[in-house]
């Protein structure tokens, strides 16, 4: 088997025909298998799998687990990937679709022709389900691969959407912290940078939704879980990195702390969103206008804020 496709989904029965057909209008001069993890849906998702299955036996192949695995689709990704046979397998969420039917073939070309790279990508379109005007996900000024040092930014850096893809298939074990990751794209592709560079093909060859059934919806930055879990991500691929870039990833993780000062769980916690004030301030050591307003904001008490912008005020109403 040269290339196992992985299309991971959980309620998405609006989305899924069109996944799985794109993966079945593939051409190519090897053979394929389509592996379709659900996520214990409950809107027919897995119904409209097993009918593939049926229309299409040893070709599609359903991974229906008997309960949901967690992770925003993590978990079900590793335990189905478990299932692939492929040389390399190509990712795809349940909501978004090829539009290319050479795709594998292109990209399976790439790494066959380059043994020093771990992963290919290619541009993709990404759209809106508000109805946000479509766009192009990646820019003319691309390079033609990319290594670790490329992935590693104190903002979070994203290019590279997940059904756009491929990877060799050379990881027997994925480490326990990647399990915990809410987020899958992130540190899978730090892994697979680690083994070697990463591929771009400019082709413009799938779309990514954007929509309130996909993963990106779940990403709340407002509530402490998913920032914690980014703050405990960003942690653990320090520590994969051996602390290669660890100034930088420092000031990542900060952006969080600075996040989950107006989280929702910490509202009415005054003592809790001081702790996090100084440990976003310790971290990132940001330049002085963007301490002062940290300071004022969520270290001074409001009763110490409202008695100075008295007495500032004071000759004002003299």
Do not use: C
């Not at 008997?66 to 190509?90: C, D, Q, S, V």
């Not at 990106?216 to 980014?230: C, G, I, K, M, Q």
């Not at 969080?256 to 050591?285: C, E, I, N, V």
């Amino acid at each position: 088997m040269k290339v196992s496709v992985l299309i991971i989904t959980y309620n998405q029965a609006k989305f899924i025909r069109k996944a799985i057909d794109s993966a079945l209008a593939q051409q190519t001069t090897f053979p394929i298998e389509i592996l379709v993890g659900d996520d214990f849906s409950s809107d027919g998702t897995r119904e409209i799998i097993q009918e593939y299955e049926r229309a299409h036996p040893g070709l599609v192949i359903g991974v229906l687990h008997p309960h949901n695995m967690g992770k925003n689709g993590g978990i079900n990704f590793l335990e189905t990937l478990k299932r692939a046979k492929g040389e390399y397998y190509a990712l795809m969420d349940g909501d978004d679709y090829w539009t290319d039917s050479l795709k594998l073939q292109k990209q399976a070309d790439l790494l066959d022709a380059h043994p020093d790279y771990s992963t290919v990508f290619h541009n993709a379109v990404i759209t809106y389900e508000d109805g946000t005007p479509s766009h192009l996900l990646n820019g003319p000024d691309m390079k033609p691969y990319y290594t670790v040092d490329d992935l590693i930014g104190e903002d979070e850096i994203w290019f590279m959407a997940t059904s756009s893809t491929m990877y060799r298939n050379n990881i027997s074990e994925y480490p326990t912290w990647f399990r915990e990751s809410s987020s899958g794209d992130i540190p899978r592709l730090i892994l697979k940078a680690k083994l070697g560079k990463i591929g771009y093909i400019p082709d413009v060859m799938s779309v990514y939704r954007k929509n309130r059934g996909g993963a990106s919806y779940a990403d709340n930055y407002f509530d402490e879980t998913f920032l914690r879990n980014r703050i405990q991500m960003y942690t653990d691929i320090n520590r994969e990195l051996d602390y290669k870039y660890d100034r930088v990833l420092r000031r990542n993780i900060a952006r969080y702390y600075r996040m989950m000062l107006d989280a929702r769980q910490y509202k009415q916690s005054y003592f809790r969103r001081a702790g996090l004030a100084l440990k976003y301030l310790y971290m990132a050591q940001p330049d002085w206008d963007k301490a002062k307003d940290v300071v004022w904001t969520y270290l001074l008490p409001e009763p110490m804020r409202k008695l100075y912008s008295s007495i500032r005020l004071m000759p004002h109403r003299q």
